[in-house]
């Protein structure tokens, strides 16, 4: 190819480009049409009748909440944490301009926001009422760029920097259009009352493996294969106490699914259940994790595993990561019971 065919093909490739650049604009931001003005009514003062929030971004990723009739859910009924869809509304009610944007720079940040945003669909009593598209943070981190779509006026004609009252730095972390960051992180929230049956296996040291079996008004500890006549009612007590609020620490970013798949063939750590007074069987099977990075224990060997976190597999085959420090006072040795 010559030299000046070269040059053609480039030419037509970058008008393509700005042509389909031009469509999907047109198709984000001018769902209800386009303002002759730059919109700054951003703020949602009444956000207890907001009942619905889309949260979609630039990769893909979407989520829709609803408000249910006592807390905040998935549109398929998956629970959520309270706190950042909170934070989110709060985010709504307080957000104010900063600073609106030079002539020169609205289609650069325009066309940013195009590349990278995360748009927010408000809702207040089932209406459509307002979309945020927001971009990315001003080069000082103390603003946020922002493009308002509404009912009544259409799509901004041009972004603005926002902010928010008491808050240093950037809104755009508030919003996330992931699941996983949302999601519910609590495996165990039970009363000792609650608890009838406990089950560990541990397939590393099979003799701490145990049981605790419900019988009436009391326990039966089944250790080493047997019933066990005596045990210490105090650390019973104090072990059952330890369930009321059990939680993962965050989901798994690391690995595909074959790689979860190839982990759940190899031995695994600990498998531990809980059953309820219900007969609702809650468990999951942890492994050991990796060291990420090389470290040394106190003798100066290797540590072949994190000694901090560990990787569990949850009853729907969910893979999250725990820490020790928060599972190791349920993961005991059987031996701790036993009164010798």
Known sequence: MTAKNKKLVFILVAVV???ILGIFTNTL???????????DNFMVADTASVDKLIISNSHGHSVTLVR?????ETKEGECVQQEPVNNILHTLNKAAVKSFLPEASVENIKNQIIVDYKKVEIFQNGKWIKTWYV???TPDHYGTYVLLETVEEGTSKAPVVLEMKGLKGTIEPRFTADYRTLACTKIYGYTPDQIKHIKLKNFEKPEESFEWVKNGEYFDLIWNGSKQSYYDTLKLVRYLDRFRKLHFESHNYTFSQEQADSMRQTRPYIKFSVTDKDGKETGLTAYRKKNETPRLDMNGDTLRWDDNRMWAFLDDGLLVKIQYFVFDPIFVDGTYFVLQ
């Open 29 to 39: 931001l001018s769902k209800k049409g386009k303002s002759s003005q730059v919109l």
């Open 135 to 137: 971009g990315n943070s």
């Open 68 to 72: 249910g009739s006592q807390e905040w």
């Open 17 to 19: 480009l700005v042509s």
